[in-house]
């Protein structure tokens, strides 16, 4: 069975705070991916990223960083100069056969 | 990219009716379509799996003749909640594979259900 684990319920910061989302996840598949997505009010949920379980390297992309630990089933989400329009749910996501598991989910609200 | 679409965006019925929700890959033909459910401040649940041309694959829990789903084309998924009570408001959500990615699927904005 899969499972994700986000266990930051909720976070608040300041805005251009940097802030980390945890994501831990569970799979016995040796070929998996990991979603991460962002869900603001309006409920759409919006892409920011997939990675292969094969490439544990970091990635950056503008003020969104992630880290990838298969060690540790960590798939950990960072926000640097956190901004007011950062405030969503974000979900982290491991699908399987196109279907996924979410998290939880992290409520971030980020005040002016 | 690929899009989704979903009609209504937001509906409100009465208690003892039905309501169909659209799902429609705009761009792609879409092999298999899900159907999420999320209420408020929870996560989103698989309600259930359609294939084109078969019948759904429900998850454990989720009553199949209260949730009615029709995948009669490759780019149209149906849900009907049939004999809607207040419980069944929430924002349901669907999503479409197209068959070429086995991990990817493309996100639906959602429909957002009020039962009075």
Known sequence: ?112 | GAVVSQHPSRVICKSGTSVKIECRSLDFQATTMFWYRQFPKQSLMLMATSNEGSKATYEQGVEKDKFLINHASLTLSTLTVTSAHPEDSSFYICSARDGGDYYEQYFGPGTRLTVT
């Open chain 1, 1 to 112: 069975a899969q499972k994700v684990t986000q266990a930051q319920t909720e976070i608040s910061v300041v805005e251009k705070e940097d802030v980390t989302l945890d994501c831990v996840y569970e799979t016995r598949d040796t070929t998996y991916y990991l979603f991460w997505y962002k869900q603001p009010p309006s409920g759409e949920l919006v892409f920011l990223i997939r990675r292969n379980s094969f490439d544990e390297q970091n990635e950056i992309s503008g003020r969104y960083s992630w880290n990838f630990q298969k060690s540790t089933s960590s798939f950990n989400f960072t926000i640097t100069a956190s901004q007011v329009v950062d405030s969503a749910v974000y979900f982290c996501a491991l699908p399987n056969a196109g279907k996924s598991t979410f998290g939880d989910g992290t409520t971030l609200t980020v005040k002016p």
